[in-house]
């Protein structure tokens, strides 16, 4: 599982050092893609794959739909870790994540996200000011 929030760099070559709990999870390889309010995602490859499948079934008729799996499939890149524990972030995908030197890579269960931390610290101040309303809509879930 992965949890938490990490403080990491992302040098000129685009690597990143993967948090060194996280690594045996990724040791079969994993893929790197687009996410969601700017940020990166990392899916260990069994997990990408389930993903994947259920993009594959989405309506090819339903604009939305298109978009999205474009958004995930067509931005993905599969990596692996080097003897340090790093992946090498393609530029398509610093560019979208607009990282550049400090980054943060949070924990999310079963993926990683990558943001640059600046946007980040921004997203996170929005959410807890937001954080009575966010419970509110959740516990309608039952979460």
Known sequence: MFIGEYLHTIDHK????????????LAGGCVVTRG??????IYPKEEWEILAKKLAKLPLSKPDARAFARLMLAGAMDVELDKQGRIIIPNYLKEYGNLTNSIIIAGLYDRMEIWDQDAWEDYRAQASEKSSQISEDLGELNI
């Open 36 to 41: 969601l309010d700017s940020s990166l995602v």
């Open 14 to 25: 685009g690597r990143v050092a993967i948090p060194a709990k996280f690594r045996p999870r």
